[in-house]
């Protein structure tokens, strides 16, 4: 099946994401048609799709940045200035062995590179070349848990008022094999406005899900109780979950 945008991320793409959210928390019928395709997007495409991969030739050298800019607060300043020595991932929540890894064991870990689309729910697409560790390698170093459901990301940035950037994918999105704990980016370490020093990269979706600031990794049985209780900061504000492209 060629790659497209269903319903739901094609609402989604026709607008920025400002005018989208405010459709979404507005118009309750805009709300329904997400909520009644979302399911069939995730089933038809699901982990069975693989995104087309590129050249070295097709990749943007200047990649648009997506999202939010760089963390502002001074716990990620003081983690930049060092150039990320003291940064450790934390892997726990429902797994058998949590730990929390730093930028070189990260980077001794298998490394896999994939050339490929981001595309924005703002209706951009930029090709990337990106590297770092497949998020299923990761999984099986801590072991996974009966009764783990999904893998939520909780990141460095927020919205000025506390409230984090996180997201989610459940275990069949996050054993695809093109999900991504991504490193660099076009051979080069993220630099800050890209994610540094980890962000996810799941070219299956679009590119909200991909978050960025990456500083702990925890599986969970549900994410009902999580903030707003959608499983990811934009989907709390009425995006879709799945976001299937």
């Excluded at 963390?71 to 990320?84: I, N, T, V």
């Excluded at 560790?133 to 909780?154: K, W």
């Excluded at 990269?201 to 990794?217: C, D, E, F, H, M």
Aim: glycine residues 10%; aromatic residues 10%.
């Amino acid at each position: 099946m060629k790659r497209r945008l269903f319903i739901a991320s094609g609402l989604s793409t026709l607008a920025g994401c400002g005018s989208v959210t405010a459709a979404m928390n507005q118009n309750a019928s805009v709300q329904r048609v997400l909520a009644s395709v979302e399911r069939l997007n995730h089933a038809l495409i699901g982990t069975r799709g693989l995104a087309r991969e590129y050249d070295d030739r097709d990749v943007d050298a200047n990649f648009r940045v997506n999202g939010f800019a760089a963390p502002s607060d001074a716990r990620y300043g003081e983690l930049l200035a060092e150039k990320f020595a003291g940064y450790r991932l934390v892997v726990d929540g429902a797994v058998e062995r949590p730990n929390a890894f730093s930028l070189a064991q990260l980077s001794t870990m298998p490394q896999r590179t994939q050339i490929t689309r981001h595309d924005c729910v703002e209706g951009w697409s930029a090709i990337g070349k990106w590297s770092g560790v497949a998020l299923s390698h990761l999984l099986d170093r801590v072991g996974v848990r009966p009764g783990a459901r999904y893998v939520l990301f909780r990141c460095m940035d927020n919205d000025g008022s506390g409230n984090l950037y996180y997201e989610s994918l459940d275990l069949h999105q996050a054993r695809h094999p093109q999900a991504l704990l991504a490193l660099r980016l076009n051979d080069a370490p993220l630099d800050p406005d890209h994610g540094a020093p980890l962000r996810l990269k799941v070219p299956t979706q679009l590119g909200y899900k991909s978050a960025k600031w990456i500083g702990r990794i925890e599986l969970v049985g549900s994410f009902a109780n999580i903030y707003g209780g959608r499983g990811g900061y934009w989907e709390d504000q009425g995006y879709e979950w799945y976001a299937g492209i």
